[in-house]
């Protein structure tokens, strides 16, 4: 294969590990933390909780459900930053304990909430995972600075590849 096919066939990836980074930026960002389902009687209760963050059901009624929130292992939440919500109502927790009752439906529960870590209060966590979309972006960077490099080689020497 000749320089510029090459300068092409390397371009040609370059464009398609771009558009699967950008693919992968917009998916994480539009993304939200995963629901976790509960039965209480007949309905679901969707607990929606962001990474670090934890519930534990208390107390489970025919149609009522209690629970805690905290942070997980070796993170602690900062109780003036929580706030949880059931179908967007914001719930007051009496004595770290938050509590729906009458449930008629389906419930949707929010939780949101600041935490550090246990043993350094000063030093919020980073849990953030790695950004997937990076990988694909600095991979078509390469590629094409490789393109570009070929196709001007190729276009001085003539060269077979």
Do not use: C, K
Not at 3 to 25: C, D, E, P, T
Not at 102 to 118: Q, R, T
Request: net charge negative; proline share 5%; hydrophobic share 45%.
């Amino acid at each position: 294969m000749n320089g510029r096919r090459m300068s092409i066939v390397l371009a040609a990836l370059a464009v398609v590990l771009a558009f699967s980074a950008v693919a992968l930026h917009s998916d994480a960002d539009g993304a939200e933390p995963l629901g976790v389902q509960e039965s209480i009687g007949e309905y679901t209760i969707t607990f929606t909780v962001p990474s670090g963050v934890t519930y534990d059901i208390v107390d489970r009624g025919a149609d009522s459900v209690s629970f805690t929130v905290s942070g997980e292992a070796g993170l602690t939440l900062n109780p003036s930053t929580v706030e949880v919500s059931a179908d967007g109502s914001l719930l007051e927790p009496a004595q770290g304990i938050y509590t729906i009752e009458n449930i008629l439906s389906d419930v949707s529960v929010d939780i949101e909430g600041d935490f550090f870590y246990s043993s350094d209060p000063g030093n919020l966590p980073a849990i953030e995972e790695f950004p997937l979309w990076v990988v694909p972006m600095v991979l078509a960077v390469i590629f094409a600075v490789a393109a570009v490099a070929v196709w001007v080689h190729g276009g001085r020497s003539g060269a077979e590849y």
